[in-house]
Nanobody, 130 residues
Framework: QVQLVESGGGLVQAGGSLALSCAPS?????????????MAWFRQAPGKEREFVAA????????YYADSVKGRGTISRNNAKNTVYLQMNSLKPEDTAVYYC??????????????????WGQGTQVTVSS
C-alpha cells in the first residue's frame, strides 16, 4: 500500500517559519513505480473540516494556493526524490492544524478537492503559539 510520510511539523511562535516535507514510503519509495500528477497539502484544525492549503502539478510544476496562505506559503517538489515541500512563513495561530500530504494518480479536475487525491499521509502537527 502506498503511504506518504510527512515530516517537519512542530511548535513555532507566531511570525516564525516551518518547512514540511512529504515522500512516499514502502515499496513505492524505491524504483520508478511512484507516479503522480499532482501533490498537495491540506490541513485540518480541531472541529473543522479538512481544507486545501497548496498544490503543485508534478510535470510542469504549476502551483496553487489557498487565499489564507498566499504570500506566506511556498510549495515545491523534487521530482528525483518524489518529494514535495511546503515552506510556511509568517505563521499565525490560525495556521495551527494537522497538515496532510496527498497525491493524485490522475490529473485532478479540481486541485482543491480532497476527494481528487488517492493517497494520503498520516499527518504532521503544526502548532503556532501566540
Amino acid at each position: 500500500q502506498v503511504q506518504l510520510v510527512e515530516s517537519g511539523g512542530g511548535l513555532v511562535q507566531a511570525g516564525g517559519s516551518l518547512a514540511l516535507s512529504c515522500a512516499p514510503s514502502g515499496r513505492l519509495a524505491s524504483g520508478r513505480t511512484f507516479r503522480t500528477y499532482a501533490m498537495a497539502w491540506f490541513r485540518q484544525a480541531p472541529g473543522k473540516e479538512r481544507e486545501f492549503v497548496a498544490a503543485i502539478t508534478w510535470n510542469v510544476g504549476s502551483t496553487y494556493y489557498a487565499d489564507s496562505v498566499k504570500g506566506r506559503g511556498t510549495i515545491s517538489r523534487n521530482n528525483a526524490k518524489n518529494t514535495v515541500y511546503l515552506q510556511m512563513n509568517s505563521l499565525k495561530p490560525e495556521d495551527t492544524a494537522v497538515y496532510y500530504c496527498a497525491s493524485s494518480m490522475e490529473l485532478p479536475r479540481n486541485l482543491i478537492d480532497p476527494t481528487q487525491y488517492t493517497y494520503w499521509g498520516q499527518g504532521t502537527q503544526v502548532t503556532v503559539s501566540s
